[in-house]
Protein backbone atom coordinates (compact mmCIF):
# COMPACT_ATOMS: atom_id res chain seq x y z
CA UNK A 1 0.00 0.00 0.00
CA UNK A 2 2.12 3.31 -1.26
CA UNK A 3 -0.33 5.93 -0.61
CA UNK A 4 1.06 9.60 -1.13
CA UNK A 5 0.36 12.36 1.63
CA UNK A 6 -2.63 13.79 -0.73
CA UNK A 7 -4.36 10.38 -1.08
CA UNK A 8 -4.18 9.66 2.32
CA UNK A 9 -5.54 12.83 3.20
CA UNK A 10 -8.94 12.49 0.50
CA UNK A 11 -9.79 8.85 1.68
CA UNK A 12 -9.46 9.99 5.33
CA UNK A 13 -11.52 12.72 4.55
CA UNK A 14 -14.59 10.19 2.42
CA UNK A 15 -14.19 8.02 5.54
CA UNK A 16 -14.86 10.77 7.53
CA UNK A 17 -17.76 11.76 5.48
CA UNK A 18 -18.93 8.52 4.13
CA UNK A 19 -17.08 5.17 6.23
CA UNK A 20 -17.29 2.72 8.92
CA UNK A 21 -14.56 1.64 11.47
CA UNK A 22 -16.05 -1.35 13.39
CA UNK A 23 -15.67 -4.39 14.84
CA UNK A 24 -18.36 -7.12 14.48
CA UNK A 25 -18.87 -9.66 17.17
CA UNK A 26 -20.03 -12.82 15.58
CA UNK A 27 -20.99 -16.11 16.96
CA UNK A 28 -19.68 -19.03 15.88
CA UNK A 29 -18.91 -22.71 17.53
CA UNK A 30 -16.17 -23.07 15.94
CA UNK A 31 -14.19 -20.23 17.10
CA UNK A 32 -11.70 -21.26 20.24
CA UNK A 33 -14.07 -18.19 22.50
CA UNK A 34 -17.26 -19.05 20.36
CA UNK A 35 -17.17 -16.22 18.95
CA UNK A 36 -14.98 -14.58 15.65
CA UNK A 37 -13.61 -10.57 16.23
CA UNK A 38 -14.04 -9.59 12.45
CA UNK A 39 -12.51 -5.59 12.49
CA UNK A 40 -13.93 -3.90 9.39
CA UNK A 41 -13.62 -0.42 7.71
CA UNK A 42 -16.14 0.07 4.78
CA UNK A 43 -17.12 2.93 2.75
CA UNK A 44 -20.19 2.99 0.64
CA UNK A 45 -21.54 4.81 -2.16
CA UNK A 46 -24.36 4.53 -4.43
CA UNK A 47 -24.48 1.95 -7.29
CA UNK A 48 -24.96 4.90 -10.01
CA UNK A 49 -21.51 6.49 -8.86
CA UNK A 50 -19.31 3.51 -7.57
CA UNK A 51 -16.30 4.61 -10.08
CA UNK A 52 -14.58 6.28 -6.59
CA UNK A 53 -15.14 2.83 -5.01
CA UNK A 54 -12.94 1.62 -7.69
CA UNK A 55 -10.59 4.05 -7.88
CA UNK A 56 -9.87 3.55 -4.32
CA UNK A 57 -9.37 -0.27 -4.54
CA UNK A 58 -6.97 0.49 -7.07
CA UNK A 59 -5.39 2.77 -5.00
CA UNK A 60 -5.22 1.43 -1.82
CA UNK A 61 -5.26 -2.57 -3.57
CA UNK A 62 -6.54 -4.07 -0.69
CA UNK A 63 -10.20 -5.49 -0.05
CA UNK A 64 -13.85 -6.23 -1.85
CA UNK A 65 -16.49 -4.01 -3.58
CA UNK A 66 -19.99 -5.61 -3.03
CA UNK A 67 -23.44 -4.53 -4.05
CA UNK A 68 -26.40 -4.62 -1.63
CA UNK A 69 -29.67 -4.98 -2.57
CA UNK A 70 -30.84 -2.11 -1.31
CA UNK A 71 -28.22 -0.08 -4.66
CA UNK A 72 -25.73 0.58 -2.36
CA UNK A 73 -21.94 -0.32 -3.16
CA UNK A 74 -19.66 -1.01 0.12
CA UNK A 75 -16.13 -1.46 -0.19
CA UNK A 76 -14.51 -3.39 2.50
CA UNK A 77 -11.75 -3.88 3.92
CA UNK A 78 -11.92 -6.81 6.47
CA UNK A 79 -8.50 -8.72 6.50
CA UNK A 80 -6.45 -8.18 9.41
CA UNK A 81 -2.97 -6.79 8.17
CA UNK A 82 -4.56 -4.46 5.38
CA UNK A 83 -6.93 -2.86 8.12
CA UNK A 84 -3.98 -2.08 10.03
CA UNK A 85 -2.13 -1.17 7.21
CA UNK A 86 -4.86 1.42 6.45
CA UNK A 87 -5.50 2.63 9.66
CA UNK A 88 -1.93 3.22 10.08
CA UNK A 89 -1.92 5.26 6.98
CA UNK A 90 -4.76 6.77 7.88
CA UNK A 91 -4.86 7.91 11.43
CA UNK A 92 -3.18 11.78 11.00
CA UNK A 93 -5.46 12.75 9.01
CA UNK A 94 -8.60 11.10 10.24
CA UNK A 95 -10.34 14.11 12.40
CA UNK A 96 -14.10 12.16 13.13
CA UNK A 97 -12.99 9.02 12.97
CA UNK A 98 -9.59 8.99 14.75
CA UNK A 99 -10.76 7.46 17.98
CA UNK A 100 -12.71 4.57 15.75
CA UNK A 101 -9.33 3.99 14.21
CA UNK A 102 -7.07 3.76 17.71
CA UNK A 103 -9.91 1.58 18.75
CA UNK A 104 -9.56 -0.56 15.76
CA UNK A 105 -5.40 -0.79 16.46
CA UNK A 106 -5.88 -1.62 19.92
CA UNK A 107 -8.53 -4.62 19.30
CA UNK A 108 -6.34 -5.70 16.34
CA UNK A 109 -2.91 -5.96 18.64
CA UNK A 110 -4.95 -7.12 21.47
CA UNK A 111 -6.78 -9.91 19.62
CA UNK A 112 -3.60 -11.51 18.26
CA UNK A 113 -1.55 -11.81 22.10
CA UNK A 114 -5.07 -13.33 23.64
CA UNK A 115 -4.23 -16.03 25.97
CA UNK A 116 -7.00 -16.51 28.33
CA UNK A 117 -10.85 -16.45 28.34
CA UNK A 118 -10.87 -13.54 30.73
CA UNK A 119 -8.84 -11.97 28.16
CA UNK A 120 -11.52 -12.86 25.45
CA UNK A 121 -13.86 -11.28 28.07
CA UNK A 122 -11.94 -7.95 28.49
CA UNK A 123 -11.47 -7.74 24.76
CA UNK A 124 -15.19 -7.55 24.27
CA UNK A 125 -15.94 -5.37 26.58
CA UNK A 126 -13.71 -3.11 25.18
CA UNK A 127 -15.13 -3.80 21.82
CA UNK A 128 -18.89 -2.44 22.82
CA UNK A 129 -16.81 0.94 23.23
CA UNK A 130 -17.52 1.48 19.02
CA UNK A 131 -21.43 1.59 19.96
CA UNK A 132 -20.82 4.52 21.76
CA UNK A 133 -18.20 6.31 19.80
CA UNK A 134 -20.53 5.22 16.62
CA UNK A 135 -23.52 6.44 18.25
CA UNK A 136 -25.37 3.13 17.03
CA UNK A 137 -28.55 3.34 17.05
CA UNK A 138 -28.90 -0.22 18.07
CA UNK A 139 -26.51 -0.14 21.00
CA UNK A 140 -25.66 -3.67 22.38
CA UNK A 141 -23.38 -4.81 25.10
CA UNK A 142 -22.02 -7.72 23.25
CA UNK A 143 -19.79 -8.36 25.96
CA UNK A 144 -22.57 -9.49 28.25
CA UNK A 145 -23.58 -12.57 25.23
CA UNK A 146 -19.85 -13.71 25.58
CA UNK A 147 -19.51 -14.11 29.44
CA UNK A 148 -22.97 -15.68 29.18
CA UNK A 149 -21.58 -17.98 26.37
CA UNK A 150 -18.06 -18.26 27.94
CA UNK A 151 -19.73 -19.64 31.37
CA UNK A 152 -22.24 -21.48 29.26
CA UNK A 153 -19.04 -23.54 27.83
CA UNK A 154 -17.47 -23.94 31.09
CA UNK A 155 -14.85 -21.51 29.18
CA UNK A 156 -15.13 -19.24 32.58
CA UNK A 157 -15.93 -20.29 35.85
CA UNK A 158 -20.01 -19.53 36.50
CA UNK B 1 -9.50 31.25 2.64
CA UNK B 2 -5.86 29.86 3.11
CA UNK B 3 -5.97 26.32 2.69
CA UNK B 4 -2.98 23.83 2.63
CA UNK B 5 -2.69 21.31 0.11
CA UNK B 6 -3.67 18.82 2.67
CA UNK B 7 -6.45 20.46 3.48
CA UNK B 8 -7.48 20.77 0.04
CA UNK B 9 -7.54 17.18 -0.26
CA UNK B 10 -9.17 16.15 3.12
CA UNK B 11 -12.55 18.66 2.49
CA UNK B 12 -12.34 17.43 -1.04
CA UNK B 13 -12.55 14.05 0.04
CA UNK B 14 -15.61 14.67 2.76
CA UNK B 15 -17.75 16.55 0.30
CA UNK B 16 -17.20 13.80 -2.07
CA UNK B 17 -18.24 11.01 0.55
CA UNK B 18 -20.77 13.19 2.36
CA UNK B 19 -21.82 16.98 0.56
CA UNK B 20 -23.64 18.51 -1.87
CA UNK B 21 -23.08 21.02 -5.03
CA UNK B 22 -25.86 22.15 -6.26
CA UNK B 23 -27.89 25.66 -7.52
CA UNK B 24 -31.14 26.28 -6.48
CA UNK B 25 -33.36 28.15 -8.98
CA UNK B 26 -36.17 30.25 -6.73
CA UNK B 27 -38.79 31.95 -7.95
CA UNK B 28 -38.96 35.29 -6.70
CA UNK B 29 -40.48 38.27 -8.28
CA UNK B 30 -38.50 40.66 -6.86
CA UNK B 31 -35.79 39.46 -9.14
CA UNK B 32 -35.63 41.01 -12.58
CA UNK B 33 -36.06 37.83 -14.16
CA UNK B 34 -38.51 36.53 -11.64
CA UNK B 35 -35.86 33.81 -10.31
CA UNK B 36 -33.58 33.60 -7.81
CA UNK B 37 -30.24 31.49 -8.54
CA UNK B 38 -28.77 30.46 -5.55
CA UNK B 39 -25.31 28.04 -6.32
CA UNK B 40 -24.99 26.35 -2.82
CA UNK B 41 -22.07 24.20 -1.05
CA UNK B 42 -23.37 22.25 1.73
CA UNK B 43 -21.62 19.78 4.14
CA UNK B 44 -23.76 17.61 6.18
CA UNK B 45 -23.09 15.96 9.49
CA UNK B 46 -25.36 14.32 12.45
CA UNK B 47 -25.76 17.02 15.55
CA UNK B 48 -23.58 14.72 17.84
CA UNK B 49 -21.06 14.80 15.63
CA UNK B 50 -20.66 18.31 14.53
CA UNK B 51 -17.18 19.50 15.57
CA UNK B 52 -15.69 18.39 12.20
CA UNK B 53 -18.36 21.03 10.47
CA UNK B 54 -17.43 23.79 13.20
CA UNK B 55 -13.94 23.26 12.32
CA UNK B 56 -14.23 22.96 8.44
CA UNK B 57 -16.19 26.03 8.96
CA UNK B 58 -13.44 27.44 10.97
CA UNK B 59 -10.62 26.24 8.51
CA UNK B 60 -12.80 27.45 5.54
CA UNK B 61 -13.56 30.78 7.51
CA UNK B 62 -16.73 31.24 5.28
CA UNK B 63 -20.80 30.24 5.46
CA UNK B 64 -22.91 29.51 7.82
CA UNK B 65 -23.87 26.24 9.99
CA UNK B 66 -27.47 25.89 10.32
CA UNK B 67 -29.37 22.88 12.58
CA UNK B 68 -31.93 20.52 11.09
CA UNK B 69 -35.28 19.43 12.56
CA UNK B 70 -34.40 16.24 11.74
CA UNK B 71 -31.13 16.43 13.91
CA UNK B 72 -28.54 16.92 10.71
CA UNK B 73 -26.35 19.87 10.86
CA UNK B 74 -26.01 21.76 7.55
CA UNK B 75 -22.55 24.22 6.98
CA UNK B 76 -23.86 26.16 4.31
CA UNK B 77 -21.21 28.12 1.98
CA UNK B 78 -24.11 30.26 -0.41
CA UNK B 79 -22.12 33.35 -1.24
CA UNK B 80 -20.93 33.44 -4.72
CA UNK B 81 -17.36 34.52 -3.68
CA UNK B 82 -16.85 32.41 -1.38
CA UNK B 83 -18.26 30.13 -3.54
CA UNK B 84 -16.00 30.35 -5.79
CA UNK B 85 -12.92 30.45 -3.90
CA UNK B 86 -14.00 27.50 -2.49
CA UNK B 87 -14.62 25.62 -5.71
CA UNK B 88 -11.36 26.67 -7.18
CA UNK B 89 -9.63 25.68 -4.46
CA UNK B 90 -11.08 22.08 -4.16
CA UNK B 91 -11.10 21.48 -7.90
CA UNK B 92 -7.80 19.50 -8.51
CA UNK B 93 -8.50 17.34 -5.05
CA UNK B 94 -12.40 16.31 -6.28
CA UNK B 95 -13.24 13.16 -7.70
CA UNK B 96 -16.82 12.54 -7.29
CA UNK B 97 -18.10 15.96 -7.35
CA UNK B 98 -15.95 17.37 -9.92
CA UNK B 99 -18.09 17.42 -12.75
CA UNK B 100 -20.44 19.61 -10.00
CA UNK B 101 -18.00 22.09 -9.01
CA UNK B 102 -16.92 23.32 -13.28
CA UNK B 103 -20.37 23.29 -13.95
CA UNK B 104 -21.10 25.73 -10.72
CA UNK B 105 -18.05 27.80 -11.66
CA UNK B 106 -19.42 28.13 -14.93
CA UNK B 107 -23.11 29.07 -13.74
CA UNK B 108 -21.24 31.80 -11.59
CA UNK B 109 -19.78 32.94 -14.13
CA UNK B 110 -22.44 33.12 -16.64
CA UNK B 111 -24.61 34.44 -14.11
CA UNK B 112 -22.61 37.60 -13.38
CA UNK B 113 -22.63 38.40 -17.60
CA UNK B 114 -26.31 37.92 -18.24
CA UNK B 115 -27.66 40.87 -20.59
CA UNK B 116 -31.31 39.08 -21.93
CA UNK B 117 -34.13 36.73 -21.06
CA UNK B 118 -32.89 34.26 -23.48
CA UNK B 119 -29.44 34.15 -21.92
CA UNK B 120 -31.12 33.80 -18.09
CA UNK B 121 -33.29 30.95 -19.70
CA UNK B 122 -30.46 29.13 -21.60
CA UNK B 123 -28.59 29.34 -18.10
CA UNK B 124 -31.65 27.70 -16.62
CA UNK B 125 -31.22 25.18 -18.83
CA UNK B 126 -27.81 24.84 -18.12
CA UNK B 127 -28.64 24.10 -14.11
CA UNK B 128 -30.88 21.59 -15.58
CA UNK B 129 -28.09 19.86 -15.81
CA UNK B 130 -27.12 19.19 -12.16
CA UNK B 131 -30.50 17.25 -11.50
CA UNK B 132 -28.42 14.88 -13.73
CA UNK B 133 -25.30 14.49 -12.72
CA UNK B 134 -26.54 14.46 -9.00
CA UNK B 135 -28.90 11.78 -9.54
CA UNK B 136 -31.64 13.98 -7.97
CA UNK B 137 -34.93 11.92 -7.16
CA UNK B 138 -36.86 14.59 -7.65
CA UNK B 139 -35.44 15.29 -11.08
CA UNK B 140 -37.12 19.06 -12.05
CA UNK B 141 -36.73 20.74 -15.48
CA UNK B 142 -36.98 23.95 -13.67
CA UNK B 143 -36.10 25.56 -17.00
CA UNK B 144 -39.34 24.89 -18.81
CA UNK B 145 -41.25 26.69 -15.56
CA UNK B 146 -38.56 30.29 -16.27
CA UNK B 147 -39.86 29.72 -19.67
CA UNK B 148 -43.38 30.29 -18.74
CA UNK B 149 -42.98 32.57 -16.16
CA UNK B 150 -40.67 35.11 -18.48
CA UNK B 151 -43.38 34.42 -21.27
CA UNK B 152 -46.33 35.07 -18.84
CA UNK B 153 -44.37 38.40 -17.83
CA UNK B 154 -43.78 39.40 -21.25
CA UNK B 155 -39.70 38.81 -20.54
CA UNK B 156 -39.84 36.79 -23.74
CA UNK B 157 -41.63 36.97 -26.56
CA UNK B 158 -44.67 34.47 -26.68
Same mark, same amino acid.
Given at each position: MKLSQQQKAYIAGFLDGDGSIYVQLKPNTSYRYKFQIAPMIVFYQSQKENSNLCWLQKTINRGYLRKRNDGIVEYIIGDTNSITELAQNLLPYLRLKQKQAKLLLEVIKRKKNLKTAEEFLALARKIDEFQIINY? %? %?? %???SIMVEKILKQKRLLAP
Open positions: S %K %KR %KQN
